[in-house]
């Protein structure tokens, strides 16, 4: 399973709270995206449903926090569809995402209440952002098929 961990250098100046020399979280995600693994494709397909239901009653009493269980299942339908294909990096991007999010090793423990899923949250979101282009076409492709389907059918 891919573990990666978005901790960077921190240090306290009296007041001050800044990170000093850390990447920054959008490098992180990059640095994440290249480690992902082929065989990782296999271990977020497995235990994304299972996440997902055990996470969703938390996520609907969040209000925005719906946004992610929306993007995540978005991303992992563009994952799973054979009819749509992906470049690697779009697909690696996905894996990266969706492992954070089922992982259980995050920034911040899911079971903290009301931050649990910030740190996921963040890391979904940045990669729907950097891959935006490829939703928008699996979204216009999905939609095409779907009329498709309609017309058929009458």
């Known amino acids: 399973m891919l573990a990666y961990s978005l901790a960077g250098g921190v240090e306290d100046d009296e007041d001050d709270f800044f990170v000093d020399d850390a990447p920054a979280a959008n490098d992180n995600v990059a640095a994440g995206i290249h480690a992902v693994r082929p065989e990782d494709v296999d271990a977020v397909k497995d235990g994304f449903w299972a996440k997902l239901a055990e996470a969703r009653p938390r996520l ?38 969706l ?7 995050d920034l911040i423990p899911d079971a903290v209440p009301v931050l649990g899923f910030f740190d996921d949250a963040l890391v979904v979101a940045e990669v729907v952002y950097m891959f935006s282009a490829d939703i928008k076409r699996y979204e216009e492709s999905r939609r095409a098929r779907s009329e498709k389907r309609s017309r058929r059918a009458a």
């Open 60 to 97: 609907g009493r969040l209000g925005k926090a719906r946004d992610l269980a929306k993007n995540a299942i978005l991303l992992f339908e563009m994952l799973v569809d054979p009819s749509f294909k992906l470049p690697w990096r779009t697909a690696a991007g996905i894996v990266f995402a």
């Open 99 to 105: 492992a954070y999010f089922i992982s259980s090793f």
